[in-house]
């Protein structure tokens, strides 16, 4: 999820009443509710380290005591003030784990396996960015201000306190709720979409990636044997396979052996869960090919999101790799 929504997730745990496991809570549970990507530093290394690095080790099981520890540490190093340092650390622990459980929600997925095994896990419930969560968020940390602000002076930090926790388990409880709610439509779109047949060919893999405004809408993604089948989803309406619009997988090329060789492509390949290959021949070098991948999942050919290409020459030989959100630019 997007760092708006893990520090209010962060700044609710505070409300709900762990800031009382130690001094400096609340400012341990901020930081340690976005710990994880502290990753963003491997973006100095360029987009395609970013993609390899970004919701990597850090994102891991392994990896919820120190990236809890590193919090703690900090706000003490810079408040200079004590803390209870097994409460500060089960507070930081908790909001670690909640960044876990929110990114696994959306089609991004995390490897929370790591250094074990490098499988990516993902409920395709939401995006990376939901508008209904960032709402109720916004009306959970707004809420107590305006009922301070409505409410009599005579009682008033009081009741601000007291608000401001009932908010915060209605923003918690609704996240929960909200995630299983989208988990019963998420079934469901996949059933229909399992159920059908696309050019006469039935569907190998499946999933079907959330709208991020209607939740009663979907993009299912379908892969056979010779294409990827990708067409809109609207549940309580009748599904039409034939609406789906059909790209081909491209037949065996010497160039794509070329192109799985190059580090660029081996690292996006670790990524995208559903490639899809495509050869064209390339203006220049003369007698050269351009070798591009699509992760289905973000895009297709003709809406690029996450894509990798490369160029090959006649003599099989990778002489540039481009990764890009979006189609890059080619002279």
């Known amino acids: 999820m997007d760092p708006l929504t893990h520090t209010a997730t962060g ?26 990507d502290i990753d963003i530093v491997t973006l100095t ?33 810079i408040a200079r003030k004590p803390v209870r340092w097994l409460g500060a650390f089960a507070a930081a622990a908790i909001a670690v784990l909640t960044h876990l ?31 209904w969560i960032w709402a109720v968020l ?23 306190h007291r608000h401001g926790r009932g908010f915060a388990w209605f923003a918690l409880a609704f996240l ?19 159920s059908r047949i696309y050019q006469d060919e039935p569907p190998g893999r499946v999933m079907v990636a959330p709208d991020g405004i209607d939740p009663w809408n979907w993009k299912g993604v379908v892969e056979t044997g010779d294409f990827y089948a990708v067409a809109p989803l609207r549940l309580g309406r009748e599904f039409d396979p034939a609406r789906a619009a059909i790209f081909h997988k491209p037949d065996p090329d010497p160039a794509i052996d070329a192109a799985r060789q190059s580090p ?27 070798v591009e991948i699509f ?10 999101g996450f894509m990798v290409s490369a160029l ?17 630019p080619r002279p």
């Open 101 to 131: 459980l929110l990114d696994l929600t959306n089609i991004y997925g995390i490897r929370l396996l790591l250094p074990f095994s490098p499988r990516w896990f993902r409920l395709d419930l939401t995006g990376v960015i939901d508008v």
């Open 138 to 160: 916004l009306l959970a940390v707004a809420a107590p201000f305006i009922a301070k602000l409505v409410g009599s002076e005579i009682g008033g930090a009081h009741k601000q």
């Open 312 to 328: 090959v020459t006649n003599r099989l030989q990778v002489i540039d790799t481009q990764f890009v959100y979006g189609r890059p």
């Open 295 to 304: 992760d289905m999942r973000f895009g297709t050919p003709n809406a690029p």
């Open 45 to 77: 290394g360029g987009s395609l380290d970013y993609l390899h690095f970004h919701r990597h080790l850090t994102h891991s099981l392994v990896a919820i005591p120190a990236m809890a520890i590193l919090p703690v540490l900090l706000v003490r190093l």
């Open 176 to 194: 929960l709720l909200y995630n299983c709610g989208r988990a019963v439509l998420h079934s469901r779109a996949v059933a229909v979409v399992e």
């Open 264 to 290: 660029a492509v081996a690292r996006f390949l670790e990524f995208s869960q559903f490639p899809l290959w495509r050869v064209s021949p390339a203006p220049q070098p003369e007698g050269a090919k351009l």
């Open 11 to 36: 700044l609710f745990l505070s409300r709900i009443g762990l800031r009382k496991w130690s001094p400096l809570a609340t400012p341990i549970l901020l930081l340690a509710a976005n710990a994880p």
